[in-house]
Nanobody, 120 residues
Framework: QVQLVESGGGLVQPGGSLRLSCAAS????????MGWYRQIPGKERELVAQ???????RYADSVKGRFTISSDNPKNTVYLQMDSLKPEDTAVYLC??????????????WGQGTLVTVSS
């Protein structure tokens, strides 16, 4: 079983920056993809950024040029550097991982979420 531990959320003023971290731990054979989603009450969960363990990245159009996703593969950790934050970035940010277990099953796990509030 895999657990994801997120950190780095908080309150920041518009134009400011935050860095989120998400570390995967537990028993698994390999990670395929890790990413960040966000949830705003009353709206659908949306993909913010995703990175494969091979290095390919994808971003939501709304964050391109402002957010950067990166990974530390040996530490099974993914980071989301968020710059030029806007009030509309306010949401609960959830970490997600697609991984393969030792039975060669491809599974998915979610973190608990971390709140990011952008406000003056």
């Amino acid at each position: 079983q895999v657990q994801l531990v997120e950190s780095g959320g908080g309150l920041v003023q518009p134009g400011g920056s935050l860095r989120l971290s998400c570390a995967a731990s537990g028993s698994f054979a390999s990670i395929n993809v890790m990413g960040w989603y966000r949830q705003i009450p009353g709206k659908e969960r949306e993909l913010v950024a995703q990175i494969s363990w091979g290095g390919s990245r994808r971003y939501a159009d709304s964050v391109k040029g402002r957010f950067t996703i990166s990974s530390d593969n040996p530490k099974n950790t993914v980071y989301l550097q968020m710059d030029s934050l806007k009030p509309e970035d306010t949401a609960v940010y959830l970490c997600n991982a697609d991984y393969r277990d030792y039975l060669t099953r491809y599974l998915e796990v979610w973190g608990q979420g971390t709140l990011v509030t952008v406000s003056s």
